[in-house]
């Protein structure tokens, strides 16, 4: 027999994370997708201080040293619970372990306190009008000027950048050579001169991206992260931070509850509905806990983000079907079913998520270009 619990210490986590997520929806509200629309810096502060932001980073960079379960049942607790953990999550997922892998001691020395504390708000500037999936297609550019890059280009979808301090920002330095050469990584504070953001809202009335434009902004060059023109590979391995994770299977766990509080259970259909969700939640948790615990093949976050996320959009119609004409005119309600298409768009639609699972980890032939 396979024993599925967790050890004491992890279900004594569980709970003190249950425990602090209600305390900061008492305080909030509970938002919807909260890990990108839960912003509160206050909250942020409150996991700093429980050593729950870094929490997996080396314990040599100021983080806890701790294992990335324990970081899932942490941040599954939040989500599910619609804690707003926002202001805190990319630094978290993304920034920090990508500046601990490639930036330099400066760096690190530099940014990563703030980004532990909770104090600092960072937004990754990757998406440009002409440039989604197909990111090698990036035009902002950086161009040297002795002690400077003068960078000059618009970002687009770019979370939080109207309340970020930092913009984590894949620009291109050079024009020569196969496309995906060329492109950097810069990290440029968001009150630099010749920066603009226009935040844009969304149907849902969320307002977390923004378009952010760039006029001749002096970025020091001490502030590229890695090599330059050799960023593709370190962004790449960003994306893989971004779309394995449990932010992709439990965004919308409040509206699974309102739902199935709401559902008929006497009618067979939707028992069967419910089953098949509650069985949608378990593989993809062990797909989560498969990445976490480095079993998956090399890419294969790509079909875990593409599992998780479609399970979601099933969560958002089932949600739609079970509450009926409700789900027009509830506020939180109609918000999470309405902000369901966006889970197979960011961090990759599923289109490109296949396309990743079929020649990267299947080896199946290439389209050809
Ligand atoms: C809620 C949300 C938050 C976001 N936050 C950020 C952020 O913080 N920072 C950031 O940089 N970006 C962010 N994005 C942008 C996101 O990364 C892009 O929207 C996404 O990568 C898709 O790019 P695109 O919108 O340009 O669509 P396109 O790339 O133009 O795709 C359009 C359609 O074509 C399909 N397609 C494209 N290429 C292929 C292919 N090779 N094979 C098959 N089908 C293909 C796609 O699947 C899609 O259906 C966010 C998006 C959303 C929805």
Known sequence: MLDFRL?????????????????????????TDSWINGYSKDFSRRLAAEGWIGMTWPVEHGGGGRSNIERIIMGEEMISAGAPIAASWFADRQMGPSLIKYGTPDQQAEY?????????TWCIGMSEPDAGSDLASLKTSAIKEGDVYVVNGQKIWTSFAADADYIYLICRTTTEGPPHRGVSELIVPMDLPGIEVRP???MTTNQHFCEVFFTDVRVPVE?????????????MTQLEHERGGIDRLVSNKPLYEQAIAAADTSDPLVRQEIAKLETGYRLGRILV?????????AGFSAATKCFCTEHQQRVADFAASVLGLAALNQDQATRFI??????????GTSNVMRNILGERVLGLPREPR
């Open 223 to 235: 502030n590229l992260v890695g090599v330059e023109g050799a960023a593709f590979k370190q962004t």
């Open 289 to 297: 806990y498969r990445e976490a615990l480095k079993q998956a093949p």
């Open 338 to 347: 309405a902000y369901a298409p966006a889970y197979t768009i960011m961090g």
């Open 200 to 202: 844009i809202k969304d």
């Open 7 to 31: 050890e004491s210490e992890l279900e004594a986590l569980r709970g003190r994370a249950a425990a602090v997520a209600a305390e900061g929806i008492a305080e909030h509200g509970v938002h």
């Open 112 to 120: 990563l306190p703030g980004m532990l504390s909770g104090e600092t």
